[in-house]
């Protein structure tokens, strides 16, 4: 069973592969664009996994992303608030 881990839209994006609980590849995605901490989605570094262990993205059985919902909490709170819905309007 092969999974695909990837980290992406976070600093450190990456990849990795596993295959029956034996980890074949990691790789973060400044290795390859030389950018510390870029935070996008790590093509080069899924490509990198999969040429590894010389398989395609059809030999997948898994494909794992990272999540974090606390992510700029402030900023999504802050814009809750001001795009609130209006009671007022709701009068009969």
Not at 9 to 28: D, K, P, Q, T, W
Request: with cysteine; proline share 3%; net charge positive.
């Amino acid at each position: 069973m092969y999974i695909l881990g990837i980290n992406a839209y976070h600093g450190g994006a990456s990849a990795c592969l596993i295959h029956n609980g034996r980890l074949l590849a990691a790789v973060e995605e400044e290795r390859f664009n030389r950018i510390k901490y870029w935070a996008g989605f790590p093509r080069q570094s899924i490509r990198y996994c999969l040429e590894t262990a010389g398989i395609t993205l059809a030999d997948l059985d898994h494909i794992g992303i990272s999540r974090d919902p606390s992510v700029h909490l402030y900023k999504k709170l802050i814009f809750a608030l001001s795009h609130r819905p209006r009671f007022s309007l709701l009068k009969d």
